[in-house]
């Protein structure tokens, strides 16, 4: 980014089911042996994330639900719960180089990143329920983590359990790192979730909808207070979403 240009358009990022998709026998692999290391090493439970529904979710929501799934209280699940985390991030860390096994770019995301780089007045990042070196991981494996604002920062499922804090937290940060002036920004928060489509609307940002996930256009409407959201089928029509986002 050019040190001469103030930013004014902050643009963040879900990670699963928004920038990625998992594919194959080995979906999503390592983070899901994340999961179950912290689980055997912290819990002392076998047991893997697919006992729970965890679309949408974040990391510590996720561990805490299978957790409760398993008869653990309350009170061990948070007391143990950073513990769990530091496991699950320093696991996933030691076999970074297989952070992108099971998961692909999904369409349109590559040619809107670069496109979204290119701009001095545009601030990119994530913000998602996963531990922050366990998506950075997926984007670098990716190849797509130089198309990230630097220095890389973003709102991450290792900083609270709820998204629109991390949407607010991604603001701050944006303010803090790339003088970003968050009161007048225009803010955009891409994500394929109701829970991406709330937690952009109470903190300030303006929803974008992607429907690359599971969930249906119908959906993503009724978790939205506006009549008319922005919603795409995906996004591969760079020039339509550079329109929305009042790029072009």
């Known amino acids: 980014m050019s040190s001469t240009a103030r930013p004014t358009t902050l643009c963040t990022f879900d990670v699963d089911g928004t920038l990625i998709h998992t594919v194959g026998d080995r979906a999503n692999k390592l983070h899901k042996d994340a999961f179950a290391h912290g689980f055997r090493t912290v819990y002392g439970i076998e047991t893997t994330i697919d006992v729970v529904s965890h679309q949408g979710s974040t990391d510590m929501l996720i561990s805490a639900a299978v957790m409760r799934h398993h008869g653990l209280d309350e009170e061990t699940i948070q007391e143990r719960m950073a513990t769990h985390c530091n496991a699950m991030s320093q696991y996933a860390l030691e076999r970074k180089a297989d952070a992108a096994d099971g998961l692909e770019l999904l369409p349109g995301v590559l040619e809107l990143l670069r496109e979204l780089a290119e701009r001095t007045d545009v601030v990119v990042c994530l913000v998602t329920g996963n531990l922050q070196p366990i998506a950075w991981a997926k984007m670098e494996r990716l190849g797509v983590s130089e198309y990230f604002t630097l220095p890389r920062f973003g709102g991450f499922g290792s900083d609270h359990t709820?998204?629109?804090?991390?949407?607010?937290?991604?603001?701050?940060?944006?303010?803090?790192?790339?003088?970003?002036?968050?009161?007048?920004?225009?803010?955009?928060?891409?994500?394929?979730?109701?829970?991406?489509?709330?937690?952009?609307?109470?903190?300030?940002?303006?929803?974008?909808?992607?429907?690359?996930?599971?969930?249906?256009?119908?959906?993503?409407?009724?978790?939205?207070?506006?009549?008319?959201?922005?919603?795409?089928?995906?996004?591969?029509?760079?020039?339509?979403?550079?329109?929305?986002?009042?790029?072009?």
Do not use: N, W, Y
Request: a negative charge; aromatic letters at 4%; zero cysteines.
């Open 162 to 248: 709820d998204r629109g804090e991390l949407v607010k937290l991604a603001a701050t940060r944006a303010g803090e790192l790339v003088d970003l002036d968050v009161a007048s920004a225009r803010r955009f928060h891409f994500g394929d979730t109701p829970q991406d489509i709330e937690a952009a609307e109470r903190s300030g940002a303006t929803a974008v909808g992607l429907l690359t996930g599971i969930f249906s256009r119908e959906q993503l409407v009724e978790s939205s207070k506006l009549d008319d959201p922005i919603i795409f089928p995906d996004l591969t029509d760079t020039r339509a979403v550079m329109r929305a986002l009042g790029l072009e």
